[in-house]
């Protein structure tokens, strides 16, 4: 409802409420003797009057909110289509995302483990692997560098906080 509808269905009830008890205060005179009760029913006409005006008002009140409901739904229903859309979209890249990084993770490790196996494979029974070579090895560790990789960015804290995916190292199936 909008602010200036209820500040006036409110004016509106306090003058009924005022002549009412008005009334009240003019039929206790009279019956005390102290009135002769002649304005209340022309007070009487005022208060139906006003029960009127105010129950035009509260329809008024009532069909303007329906309107705003109606507005809001129409508005839910154009915009719906848009964001099933953009949903879908960005369902679609997720899984093709998580897909090429559980891919890619299976794949670097796989790698890293063949690397490791030639280091080991150039190493002398003496000195064990060359320092340039462990080097370079260790430099293939991730450690870190996941979570420095999202750093900057901020975790659902809406409906989807509690969903997340590992990412688990994998391969593609022979014949695929």
């Known amino acids: 409802m909008e602010t200036e509808e209820i500040t006036a269905l409110e004016g509106l009830e306090a003058t009924q409420r005022g002549l009412t008890q008005r009334i009240a205060d003019m039929v206790s ?4 003797g102290e009135n002769d009760g002649s304005e209340i029913a022309t007070l009487t006409q005022r208060v139906a009057a006003l029960s009127e005006q105010i129950e035009a008002a509260k329809d008024e009140q009532e069909q303007a ?3 705003r409901a109606r507005a809001a739904n129409l508005q839910a229903r154009a915009e719906l289509p848009r964001v099933l859309a953009a949903a879908t ?3 679609e890249l997720f899984l093709s995302s998580y897909r090429t990084a559980c891919l890619s993770l299976g794949r670097f490790l796989e790698l890293r483990a063949q690397a490791g196996s030639l280091v080991g ?6 000195f064990g692997p060359w320092p340039a070579d462990l080097s370079e090895l ?3 560790d991730l450690g870190s560098a996941p979570t ?3 750093a900057d960015l901020q975790p659902d804290t809406g409906e989807g906080w509690r969903m997340s995916f590992s990412v688990t190292p ?3 199936k022979a014949g695929r």
Do not use: D, N, P, W
């Open 29 to 32: 005179a009279a019956q005390r």
């Open 65 to 67: 909110e329906r309107e």
């Open 121 to 126: 494979k150039l190493s002398t029974a003496q």
């Open 170 to 172: 994998l391969h593609k």
């Open 89 to 91: 979209e960005q369902r």
């Open 138 to 140: 260790r430099a293939l």
């Open 148 to 150: 420095e990789a999202i």
